[in-house]
C-alpha cells in the first residue's frame, strides 16, 4: 500500500506518464495480473482509452485486458453491483427535485425566507443543485444547524436562508431514510461495501485529470489506498507546489495552484490517518513540454501569463529578440476585453481578416474557435457570425452521429445534394476529400442549392442564391399535406 504523487505544469506529461506504465504492464501480460484502474472524469473517459489503445499499437497490443477506464460514478455502480444484500433504490436528479418539492410544500409553514419564491420555477431547480453540492462534500445537518446557529448570533443577513436550507437538507435526508440513495450518495455507499470488492485487491490506480476533488472523492481515494497495492495520482502544479506537498507544508491562497495544493493535502492528511506510505512526489518540468513541443509560443504564454507583471501586448520590436519571453510569443495575439462579448467581437473580426487579407488568405474550414464552455458563448457568437455572413457549425448543434444520420436521411429522402455535400463538408466521406478542399467553404449547416427536390427550386437552374433549408421543409411538408388532403 503506498500512495505517490506525480506534479507538473500543463502539457508536462503526467498522462503520458500513466498511459506508459499501464501499457507497459499490459504488454507485460495482457490477462494475469493485478486490476489497472484508470481513474478520471466522467468526460474524459472515452478519450482516455483511445489514448491508450493508441500507445498499446506500439506495443503491438490490440485491447486493454486487465485494466479499466472509470470515473467515480462508474466506480461507485461496479462496486455496488458487486456488493452482496440488497441495495437502496438510487434517486435520478429529477427524482431528486421532486421530493423536494413535496417537502416544500409539507414544511412551507416553517420557512422564513424560501416560502416567498416557492412557486418560481427555478427555484427547486436551484436548492436541488444546492443539496447536490452539500451532499458532494459530505456536509452533515449537524454542522449546518452550527453554522446556523452562529449566523443568527452575528445577525449575519443569510441566517433565514441558512435556517431554511438546513431544514430542507435534514428533511430531505430523512426522506431518503434507507430504502433511498441520491445520486450524489452512491459515492460513499460505495465507499461503506468497498471491502467486498474483491476485484480491487491489489490494483494498481492511476487517478489523472483532475483539478480538484470532493470530500466525497478523497474520501474513496483514500479507503482505496488501503485495498489497493499501488495509487498514483496526477495533479497540476510547479517544482514549489512539489516541495510544499513532499514536506506537507500549506501553499499561499495567493498561489496559481492553491487549489491542488489544498486536494492534496487533504488526500495526504487522510492517507497519514489510514497509515498508507507516501512516496516521494515525482515532478515532471520537460523543457520544452510535450504539449507544446511544436508551439513554442503556448509554452512561454502558459509559463508566463499568470506572472506579475502579466504579459498582456505583443510589441513587434520585441519579434527578434529571443532572449525575451514576450520576444518567444511572435504570431501569438492576446486581446483583452472588458466582457464576453468583446471577446466574441474580436475573434470575429480575426476571423474576417484572415478570410480578405491579400497575402496568403485562409479559408474558413481553416480556422476553429475553442472555449473552455461554449454554453454562454453559443448565442452571442451565433448572431455574430450571421452577422458577418461567416458559415460555422458548433458541437451544441448536434453530435457527428447526428449530424451524419441527418445528411444520411437528407442524401436518400429529400435534398440529394445538400445532404451529399454536408457529409463531405464534416468529412464523413473519403471520396474526393481533396478536391473539396479546395473549394470555396459554403454554409452546408443551413442552406441548400438549388435542385429538383427542393420545392422552391424545382426546375430552376438559373443559379438563383440559397434557401434555407429550414424553410425549404416546411414549404414541403406544407406541399404534402395539402396534397394529402386533396387526395
Known sequence: MSVRLITGRAGSGKTHWCQSRVCAELARNLIDGPRLIMLVPEQAALQMERGLLGMLDSF???????CEVLSFRRLANRILKDAAGPSPIPLTALGRQMALRLLISRHRKSLREFAKVAERGSFVREISRGIGEL???????EQLDATVLVAEESADPTAARLHDAALLYRAYLEYLGDNRVDPEGVLDLARARLASAEWLRNA?????????????QVRMLVELSSVASQLNIALIGDAENATNSSDGRTASMLSLFARTQQTWQALRRGFLDQGVTIEEPLHLDPSPPPRFSTTPQLAVLERNLFVTPPIVHVDDRFATDEASPVGKLAGLRIVRAV???GEVEA???????FVQREANPLRY????IIVRDLAPYHDILSASLHEHGIPFSSTVDGRPITILLFSWFAACFIFPAAGGWTMLWFGFSRAASQAFQLMSPIPLRTTCWPSISCPQHTGSVDGRGPCRIDECLDRANRKRSIESLAN
Do not use: N, W, Y
Request: charged share 30%; net charge positive; with cysteine.
Open 347 to 353: 475573434a470575429v473580426r480575426c476571423i474576417v481578416d
Open 204 to 216: 494498481h490506480i492511476f487517478v489523472d485529470g483532475f483539478a480538484g476533488l470532493t470530500r466525497q
Open 339 to 341: 466582457d464576453r462579448r
Open 60 to 66: 503491438s497490443v490490440k485491447a486493454l485486458g486487465r
Open 135 to 141: 451532499l458532494q462534500e459530505s456536509v452533515s445537518p
Open 365 to 368: 474550414r481553416d480556422m476553429a
